[in-house]
Every structure is written in structure tokens, then in C-alpha cells.
């Protein structure tokens, strides 16, 4: 009987299996976009055990663990031992199947520890004794996990009054993999809560020497911050938004909007949307200006329970598809930066698929031949980080673009062992290819060009595009 994880795994018919193993498999990885934590890196962490590793910010797991009824106390609380967590995690795998959090978890055990056995409450405590044992062992550390797996380029998720202070230092360390920061701006954004963005503003004044009084003086200090970031060699930026907004806001608008909301008033719909306007276009063209590419992540409604937030704060497992219609936003914004000559090399990700067909078109709109792929539709992200969503982003963006320009798979991670999800993309991807070669969609004639193809998605199309 074959082992679950297998050298085959995903890959059904010959054409795949050969694109995988002589393509794909040995390609290095580009995390383009990820929530590793750049401290811990720097510090080359260590993880005390197994439970740690694995369930100490995963908020998958914890979605699936809450809905296979396991109590709070074993998911986030303070008053239980990560044994205690994990044995609840392995409990609750079995009822994972289908779910990716199934092959995720073993393609793990299997990358990292080297462990074929499936996790049960049966196997769970040899599987735990195993694994904890080699995480103290060297190789096991955070920069030795993140070298297992061959990968060149990590670029973080920051904010523009981080200091960088641990990217710093990596640079200036013997550590093989770069490791970039990423510029996440959307606190600068968040006039919707006045408190909050008042003691925003005050920290941006702070590190950037900027006596920020109006809407000037605030893009004049977001300027010292890009500039900052990008001595500290960031090329890219990410918006992390609910949707995309292109409202008319002249300079004394949005102006009057900041003064207002800095006195603690709160704004009115209106308002908000007028001032995200101005700052996503302004945001938008320190980008182009500077040669970085700009990343939207859309589609997200975030802290939908109250109750939970309270309890835990954000990014803890209560967020989910949103059904915004952005169309219409995305489309002006996007001309408005391209009929002034300000339109970056730009990603988009949909949370939404009923917005694939949508994308794949909108980015035909704003190719203009200076780059490949200059627009991307960027791939299956968060509840789309799966199987099926993965081939419907790709076969949309077959059907309407060029997959072949596809700049490929990211991890969206916060977890230092997640980088099998590279390889559960990869063997999708080539399952997917071969599966239209063996049906006769695409020639058997052409497997050489199509082998190309897939190592410039896999790897080459993304080093290109970004410039690493």
C-alpha cells in the first residue's frame, strides 16, 4: 500500500509526474508575500515543541479545531499546555479530510521531520515525541527550517513606522536567504476610527521627524518612510482591503478630512471613502514613482464576531468572504494611475471568486507591452488556498490571459514549516497541465516548451518580475 504522501502524490497520469520531477520539484522558492515574523528570523528562533510550532498563531487550524467543538482553552488559552493544544489538533485531523489542512499537515511532517504516518489521536503521541525531539536538534531552528526547503527570496509584512531593525540585521548576517521587507500601509488608511488613527499619525510623526499637521505633511512623512524602506531594499508594497476606492477628493478635501479626523470626529461614509481615495492613488504613485509593485489583497470582511475580537483581538479565525462590488472602483482607479503614467507593476488578489472572471479581463485592460504580465491576477488566496481554488484561478487566467506570465505561488504565512504549500501548488499546477496533454488539449509534441513553462511559473517568472 502506497504511503499517503508519496512521490507521486496529486500527480495522475505520466505527463504530470514528468513535468513535476523534471520541472518543478527542484525550483527555489519565492515567498513573495508572507506574514513570517522578520524577529524571529533574525533571532533564529527555536520552538519548544511540536504543539508550539504548529498551533501557536494558525488561525486555519483553529477555525477547524473550533468547528470539530474543541473549547477555546485548548486553542488560545493561556491556562493549557501546547501538548494539551496539539492533542485537540490531532484529534481533530482525522475530520479534516478534504479540507486542505489534511495534505498541509502531512506534506509537513513528511518535509520537515521526515514522518510518513497519518496523525491521529493514535499515532499523535510517537508523532509529538518524534518531532519535538528534532526540533531541538540543529536544522531545526527558524532559519534551518526555512533552508530546507530552498528558499531565496522571503518578503515580510510591515508597517511604514516599523524601524526594520531585525531585516537590519539579517542583511548584515551570514544567512543565505534574503529577507526583504514588504510596505503594508493600512493603519495610514484608517480614518474610520479616529482614536486609532490619531495615535497613528503621532507615531508616523515620530519616526519619520515630520511635524504632521495636514494631508501634505502626512504623504511628505509616508514619503520618508518609502524612501526609508527602500534603502532597506523593499520593492514591493500590499494593501490588505475590504474593496477598492476611486471617489474625487481634491487636495483641500481630503485636507479638511485629515484635520477633522485628528480632532477626534468621526467621519461620515462619505468622508472616509473620499480620504481612501486620496490615499490609495497617492500610496499608488510613491510606488510607481520608486519602480516597486503594488499587491491588493481584496475581498476580506474582517472581525465579524465582536465577542471573539474582545476576547482575542484580530486575525485569530473570525474573518470571511466578502461579496464587495469593486468592478467599477478597480477600473478607475487603475486608469486614473495609467492616464498620468503612475500605474506600477500591480497584483491583484480576489477573495471572492465569483470575481475571477472579473480579473482575468480587468488586467487585459492596463497591459501595456512595457513588462510581461505587468498586471497580475494574482493566485488563489486564503479560502481560495486550495485545490479547487487554485485550479479555477488558473484556468480563468488560462481562458482569458496568459498563464504562461503567471508569476506563480506565495505562502500568505505565518508558519515557518508552511513552505509545502509551494509543493501542493506546484503538483496541482502540473497535474493540471499534464491532465490537458494526456485529453489532448495541448500537444505531446510540446512537452519541452511546456516543461519551460512550468519552471517559469514555478520559479522564473517571479524572479523576472520582481527583479530579485
Known amino acids: 500500500m502506497k504511503e499517503f504522501i508519496h512521490e507521486d502524490f496529486l500527480l495522475q497520469n505520466e505527463f504530470a509526474k514528468k513535468l513535476y520531477h523534471e520541472h518543478s520539484e527542484g525550483m527555489p522558492i519565492i515567498d513573495y508575500h508572507c506574514h513570517l515574523s522578520p524577529e524571529a528570523i533574525a533571532a533564529d528562533r527555536r520552538f519548544d515543541d511540536l504543539g508550539q510550532l504548529w498551533l501557536e498563531g ?194 483641500g478635501e481630503a485636507d479638511n478630512i485629515f484635520r477633522k479626523v485628528v480632532s477626534g470626529t468621526n467621519l461620515s461614509h462619505g468622508e472616509v471613502l473620499k480620504f481612501k481615495s486620496a490615499m490609495l492613488y497617492e500610496l499608488a504613485v510613491m510606488d510607481a514613482e520608486r519602480g516597486w509593485t503594488q499587491q491588493f489583497h481584496y475581498g476580506a470582511i474582517r472581525n465579524n464576531n465582536s465577542r471573539m475580537l474582545a476576547m482575542l483581538g484580530p486575525d485569530t479565525g473570525y474573518d470571511s468572504m466578502g461579496d464587495f462590488t469593486v468592478a467599477k472602483d478597480l477600473s478607475r482607479l487603475l486608469d486614473r494611475l495609467e492616464t498620468g503614467g503612475k500605474l506600477a507593476k500591480t497584483i491583484l488578489y480576489n477573495l471572492n471568486p465569483r470575481d475571477n472572471e472579473m480579473i482575468a479581463t480587468m488586467i487585459g485592460n492596463f497591459q501595456d507591452g512595457s513588462v510581461p504580465g505587468k498586471i497580475q491576477f494574482g493566485a488563489g488566496w486564503w479560502f481560495l488556498d486550495q485545490e479547487t481554488g487554485m485550479i479555477n484561478q488558473m484556468n480563468t487566467l488560462s481562458l482569458i490571459g496568459l498563464l504562461s506570465r503567471f508569476v506563480g505561488m506565495l505562502t500568505d504565512s505565518r508558519s515557518f514549516i508552511s513552505y509545502p504549500r509551494h509543493e501542493y501548488f506546484r503538483r496541482i499546477l502540473c497535474n493540471m497541465i499534464g491532465d490537458d496533454i494526456e485529453k489532448g488539449k495541448l500537444p505531446e509534441t510540446e512537452t519541452e516548451t511546456i516543461g519551460k513553462m512550468v519552471e517559469n511559473i514555478s520559479y522564473y517568472n517571479a524572479r523576472n518580475y520582481f527583479g530579485f
Open 58 to 251: 494558525d488561525h486555519y487550524k483553529w477555525r477547524a479545531m473550533r468547528t470539530n467543538g474543541v473549547g477555546e482553552k485548548y486553542i488560545t488559552g493561556n491556562e493549557t499546555t501546547f501538548r494539551e493544544k496539539y492533542d485537540r489538533w490531532a484529534e481533530t485531523v482525522p475530520y479534516t479530510m478534504r479540507n486542505p489542512l489534511y495534505a498541509w499537515t502531512h506534506l509537513e511532517l513528511k518535509r520537515v521531520f521526515g514522518i510518513s504516518r497519518i496523525l491521529n489521536p493514535s499515532t499523535a503521541p510517537e508523532i509529538w515525541e518524534e518531532c519535538t525531539d528534532l526540533l531541538h536538534k540543529s536544522g531545526f531552528s527558524t532559519r534551518g527550517l526555512i533552508k530546507k526547503f530552498n528558499v531565496e527570496v522571503i518578503c515580510t509584512t510591515d508597517d511604514p513606522v516599523d524601524n526594520l531593525e531585525h531585516h537590519k540585521k539579517l542583511k548584515d548576517s551570514d544567512f543565505e536567504v534574503k529577507v526583504l521587507p514588504a510596505w503594508r500601509s493600512d493603519r495610514a488608511m484608517a480614518v474610520e476610527n479616529p482614536p486609532k488613527f490619531k495615535d497613528y499619525v503621532k507615531t508616523l510623526s515620530e519616526v519619520s521627524d515630520t511635524d504632521i499637521k495636514g494631508f501634505d505633511s502626512l504623504l511628505e512623512a509616508l514619503r520618508k518612510r518609502h524612501h526609508y524602506f527602500a534603502d532597506a531594499g523593499c520593492i514591493l508594497s500590499d494593501h490588505g482591503t475590504e474593496q477598492f476606492y476611486s471617489e474625487e477628493c481634491t487636495a
